[in-house]
């Protein structure tokens, strides 16, 4: 049995993952997905103070406190920038890291650096101007397309304000770069025209990664659960 802690991304919570942690259950493993400060039903905690350091404190404290060992823990988009850190405070109660499409960072990087310019320059702005100067808003069309999978609405539907000092402070490791096994999970669909982002690249020329690619959109715990839980499965399973 593998015990699966996921980290959620940016403007979301645990409740988007209530898709996928069944398929994992039933297949006989725990599943443990913790929402961050100031996102999900926790957005009431959010404060101009939650930053990067809270989120990996969040997480180090759910492995010390169920006592969780030889963890498979998997961090979605901005979730990556947080399982990095939890992998350096607490390394010994990991098995492994994935990283499904998320960020890569490195000692010293923030979110707001591993994203396009015109994207950090959008998130800036939208705090200023409808986050009061702290929280950056979900960066979504509105309307939103009359043909959006109900699954996705509902999660749409729950998407909060992100806390921006999150995406700004640099990450601090304490230990340099881990040697814990590591896996990208790549989503390729609805990606036409986008460049490829560093931590992709990064991936790629590094020997020490396993790359596995998944036919899915970037949400794929919402739009493909059952794809998504198969590949954790088999990631977890070596």
Same mark, same amino acid.
Request: some cysteine; aromatic content about 6%.
């Given at each position: 049995?593998?015990?699966?802690?996921?980290?959620?991304?940016?403007?979301?919570?645990?409740?988007?993952?209530?898709?996928?942690?069944?398929?994992?259950?039933?297949?006989?493993?725990?599943?443990?997905?913790?929402?961050?400060?100031?996102?999900?039903?926790?957005?009431?905690?959010?404060?101009?103070?939650?930053?990067?350091?809270?989120?990996?404190?969040?997480?180090?404290?759910?492995l010390h406190y169920e006592d969780l060992t *030889? /963890?498979?823990?998997? !961090?979605? =988009?901005?979730?990556?920038? $947080?399982?990095?850190?939890?992998?350096?405070?607490?390394? #010994?109660?990991?098995?492994?890291?994935?990283?499904?499409?998320? *960020? /890569?960072?490195?000692? !010293?990087? =923030?979110?707001?650096?591993? $994203?396009p310019a015109e994207s950090r320059a959008l998130?800036? #702005?939208?705090?200023?101007?409808?986050?009061?100067?702290?929280?950056?808003?979900?960066?979504?069309?509105?309307?939103?397309?009359?043909?959006?999978?109900?699954?996705?609405?509902?999660?749409?539907?729950?998407?909060?304000?992100?806390?921006?000092?999150?995406?700004?402070?640099?990450?601090?490791?304490?230990?340099?770069?881990?040697?814990?096994?590591?896996?990208?999970?790549?989503?390729?669909?609805?990606?036409?025209?986008?460049?490829?982002?560093?931590?992709?690249?990064?991936?790629?020329?590094?020997?020490?990664?396993?790359?596995?690619?998944?036919?899915?959109?970037?949400?794929?715990?919402?739009?493909?659960?059952?794809?998504?839980?198969?590949?954790?499965?088999?990631?977890?399973?070596?």
């Amino acid at each position: 049995m593998a015990t699966f802690v996921i980290v959620h991304g940016a403007w979301s919570g645990a409740h988007a993952w209530r898709w996928v942690r069944p398929l994992l259950r039933t297949a006989g493993h725990e599943v443990v997905t913790p929402s961050l400060t100031g996102l999900g039903e926790r957005a009431h905690l959010a404060t101009p103070e939650t930053d990067l350091d809270v989120h990996i404190a969040d997480v180090v404290a759910v492995l010390h406190y169920e006592d969780l060992t *030889d /963890v498979v823990l998997v !961090g979605h =988009s901005y979730g990556g920038m $947080v399982i990095t850190g939890v992998a350096d405070r607490t390394p #010994e109660r990991i098995g492994q890291l994935v990283y499904l499409d998320a *960020d /890569v960072p490195r000692a !010293g990087e =923030s979110m707001l650096d591993l $994203v396009p310019a015109e994207s950090r320059a959008l998130y800036e #702005e939208s705090a200023r101007t409808r986050g009061d100067g702290w929280r950056v808003p979900a960066p979504l069309p509105d309307p939103l397309p009359p043909d959006i999978p109900s699954e996705v609405a509902w999660a749409v539907a729950r998407m909060v304000h992100h806390p921006l000092a999150t995406m700004t402070q640099p990450l601090h490791l304490e230990h340099g770069e881990t040697e814990l096994p590591r896996t990208f999970v790549l989503c390729t669909e609805e990606k036409e025209g986008e460049a490829e982002p560093p931590s992709v690249t990064r991936v790629r020329t590094d020997p020490s990664w396993r790359l596995v690619e998944l036919a899915a959109s970037h949400t794929a715990h919402v739009a493909a659960p059952a794809l998504l839980s198969s590949t954790l499965l088999k990631i977890a399973a070596g």
